[in-house]
Structure formats: C-alpha cells, structure tokens
C-alpha cells in the first residue's frame, strides 16, 4: 500500500513538471505577432555551396555545371492570411553569352515556395532556384582560364505595415488643468519585417488639427525601386533602370483609427504641395518624409470626443526591391595533351 502512494506520489510530481513545462513553451501571442514583425530583411539570395564549385574543369566530354541559389522570404509579407504570393524575378548574369549558355535566364518568384515568417516558422520560407550552363568556345580561344562573377539579382515587390499608438489632444492649448490620458509625443518604431521600414514619427497638436511627420527608411541592404519597374533588372533585356525607377515609395495608406489621411508633398504630380491620401515619396540617402493631416471636425472634433484619446496611426507601403549575390568562379581548360 506504501509503494503504491508512493508510485502515485511520484505520477503526481511528473504530471506537475510536466504542466509547467507546457505552460513555459506557451508563447503570448501578441509577443508572437511582435516576433513576426522584425528584422530587414525580406528576400535574401546566397549560392548554395559548391554550386556552382570555385573551380570548374572543362574537358571535351565536360563542360557543363550548375548553380543553384537559396532564395528565403525573411520578412513579414503576405501575411499569413494573404493569398498573394512574391511578385518578381531572379536573374544570373556577370557572365559572357557567348562563353557560357545558362537556362533559364530567369526564373519568376512565384514559381517558388516563399511564405513569410509564420509562428511555425519565424525563419520564414525559403526554396532553391537551379540554373544549369554549359561552357562554349572557350577551348578556341586558346585560354587557360576564365573568370567570370555570378551574379544572382532578385527583383519583387513588397509590402510594409507599421503601426504605433498616438495621441490626440484636441485641446492642445487648454489653460484649465485636466487630467489626460496621454501626451502628445514623437515615436520611434522599430524594424517592421520588411526592407523598406517606417522609422519615426514626429506629431504636432494644433487647435484645429493634428499633423504628422513620418519618416521612412530603406533599412536593408538592397536598392528601393518603383513597384512597376523590376521588369527592367532584366541584365539582359532592353530596358534599364533609370534615375525615375530607383528609390520610390509608394504610400498606399496612412490612416489614425478609421481616418484616411490626407497628405504631402509627392513626388510624380505636378502640384507637389496637393494633399492627396496615396503617392510615391522619394528616398534621399535612403530616407523620406511626408506630412500628413488630421482635421478636426467642426461640431463632432475628433473621433475620441473633446477629450484626449490614444488611437493606432497605421502606415502601408509598397514598393519594389533588388537584392544581390555574388560568386567568383574559375573556370579552367584542362589540355589534352
């Protein structure tokens, strides 16, 4: 009978340890959605290793090789609930046409398995793209060797959602003490999960409306191009990418609750002064602004009532963006005699 308590005793310890062990793996799933939203990255490009090797050996029977290239969607975008997949294209160049064949030349990104980061999977999704080449003429041209850069260019779109608490105050000016909820006050966000990331912003409370100044920065290590033109990364198309491609955010969205905002300047219009609530911002050493307006309505003020309220302010972006790597190989023609 003691041995049998004892043994119960014993199952009751366990399934107690083993309760809290569950309970610390649990994860808050606010802090999860936090986790999904970092980092700056979105597509990211490497060679998977010894393919294509440092040095290739051609012989008469030999000439063919191939380079495979990792491609991982580190971001945020689509959501988990966006059936939209990676617009875009990855091209190989660096090389001589006439020396080395590659198919294909590209590869859309669609094709691929690229899902964001998940709460399964905050490392996101990743796939591999395999080009194979067959080295020509090369043996003619009484060359020892030859060295070509691989170069893997990946051209997409992309999107970035950030969002932040503010404060309005609709009586900035108020000379009665009252108490308030909050603080008119600048904020400074963090990554976004995303390349391109809103980084600050700076409010200013007046008696009839609120104005916002928010900053955007391009946070990664890639090139900002307009969400229209990536078709013209294209190493070996007809088009190139032109002073009017490159760093260009288009601002879909700046909304405080359920308020669309109008705002400015913007680039691409001919008054540069009209508010409007959508347009293309430039980016000038990796950075822009726009200002953006809140009115408040004559008899109603604002959404929060005459009082101070805090409401989320959400920005939406889109844009197009270039990542890159690189692979120096030594292609060397093996003498048959």
Not at 187 to 192: E, Y
Request: net charge neutral.
């Amino acid at each position: 009978m003691i041995k049998l308590k004892k043994i119960i005793f014993a199952l009751l310890i366990i399934s107690i340890l083993l309760a809290s062990g569950c309970k610390k793996t649990q994860k808050d799933p606010k802090k999860q959605l936090e986790e999904l939203k970092t980092g700056a990255e979105g597509i990211s490009l490497s060679f998977v290793p010894d393919f294509p090797p440092d040095t290739i050996h051609i012989e008469p029977n030999v000439k063919n090789f191939e380079a495979m290239i990792e491609i991982k969607n580190k971001g945020a975008y689509p959501a988990a609930d966006d059936p939209r997949k990676i617009e875009g294209k990855l091209y190989l160049s660096g090389y001589d046409k006439n020396l080395v064949e590659m198919a294909p030349e590209n590869l859309d990104l669609n094709s691929l398995l690229l899902p964001s980061k998940s709460p399964v999977n905050l490392q996101g999704g990743s796939d591999v793209a395999a080009f194979k080449a067959e080295v020509q003429n090369l043996d003619s041209l009484n060359v020892e060797k030859y060295e070509p850069v691989l170069m893997a260019t990946a051209c997409y779109k992309y999107e970035t959602t950030a969002t932040a608490s503010v404060c309005i105050d609709p009586n900035p000016y108020s000379t009665i003490k009252e108490k308030k909820v909050c603080q008119v006050h600048d904020v400074t966000l963090s990554s976004q999960g995303a390349p391109v990331a809103v980084v600050k912003i700076e409010e200013a409370a007046f008696s009839a409306k609120t104005q916002f100044k928010v900053t955007i920065r391009n946070v990664g290590t890639g090139d900002v191009l307009k969400d229209d033109q990536i078709d013209k990364c294209n190493p070996f198309g007809t088009s190139r990418l032109g002073r009017e491609d490159v760093d260009k955010v288009y601002i879909e969205r700046i909304a405080v609750g359920q308020q669309e905002l109008q705002c400015w300047p913007f680039v691409d219009v001919t008054d540069s002064s009209a508010k409007q609530q959508s347009g293309f911002i430039r980016l000038v050493n990796n950075e822009g602004s726009v200002i953006c307006e809140l009115e408040k309505k004559d008899q109603e003020g604002y959404a929060g009532g005459n009082t101070a309220y805090i409401t989320p302010l959400t920005v939406r972006l889109k844009y197009g963006y270039k990542a890159i790597a690189e692979k120096k190989l030594q292609i060397k023609v093996v003498s048959q005699k």
